[in-house]
């Protein structure tokens, strides 16, 4: 069975400060690896995602995540955090597997709360 | 260019009654997936439809249904509500690289059921 752990439920942090959002993963087959965002009474919207090549990603508002396999993360970071992005954060994976992708099995979420 | 949509956005039940909630994918998108979000955790997987076949279902009971239309489009019914069914219902629609890869879900803005 697949399982995503986020380890922190809630990540308190100041304006302009770095954060770190950490996820792990388990999982017997390959996965696509997906971190969303979701605003207060709003659906998800993608931030990021990891499918092959590059283990270090790139996605909007400044964030960027690395997969590392041997450890089985996919930890999601940004340099310097705005107001605006306190949010609920969900690191999510996808199995690689023909005609049976596209369920998202989703961690706890991170509650990131920024503070000025 | 429309995201997903969904209807209605809010909604009142009681105990007993049925629900029926509404989803329209972007267009171009043959796959439409429903998940559950109670509040303060992470969307569970409930049902994937793809080519109006079903193609994956999650642990809920058969009180959960689903289908989807000839325009792609897809209905989610709940009959015989109960408390524990008052969430935020999020429907999420992908399409499929030429692997059969489903490589991004879209998710739209979430129905949020109420059972009293």
Redesign the interface.
Same mark, same amino acid.
């Given at each position: 069975a697949q399982s995503?752990t986020q380890l922190d439920s809630q990540v308190p942090v100041f304006e302009e400060a770095p954060v770190e959002l950490r996820c792990n993963y388990s999982s017997s087959v390959s996965v %696509?690896l997906?971190w %969303?965002v979701q605003y207060p009474? #709003? !659906?998800? #919207? =993608?931030l990021l995602?990891y =499918?092959s090549g590059s283990t270090l990603v790139k996605g909007i508002n400044g964030f960027e995540a690395e997969f590392n396999k041997s450890q089985t993360s996919f930890h999601l970071r940004k340099p310097s955090v705005h107001i605006s992005d306190t949010a609920e954060y969900?690191c999510?994976v996808?199995l690689?597997? %023909?005609? $049976? +992708? +596209?369920? =998202?099995?989703? !961690? $706890? !979420?991170t509650e990131l709360s920024v503070k000025p | 260019d429309a995201g997903v949509t969904q209807s209605p956005t809010h909604l009142i039940k009681t105990r007993g009654q049925q629900v029926t909630l509404r989803c329209s994918p972007i267009s171009g998108h043959k796959s439409v997936s429903w998940y559950q979000q109670v509040l303060g955790q992470g969307p569970q997987f409930i049902f994937q439809y793809y080519e109006k076949e079903e193609r994956g279902r999650g642990n809920f009971p058969d009180r959960f249904s689903a289908r989807q239309f000839p325009n792609y489009s897809s209905e989610l019914n709940v009959n015989a509500l109960l408390l524990g069914d008052s969430a935020l219902y999020l429907c999420a629609s992908s399409s499929r690289d030429l692997t059969g890869l489903n490589t991004e879900a879209f998710f739209g803005q979430g129905t949020r059921l109420t059972v009293v």
């Open positions: 995503v %696509y997906f %969303y009474n #709003q !659906g998800l #919207q =993608l995602k =499918l969900f999510a996808s690689m597997i %023909y005609n $049976q +992708g +596209g369920k =998202l099995i989703f !961690g $706890q !979420g | -």
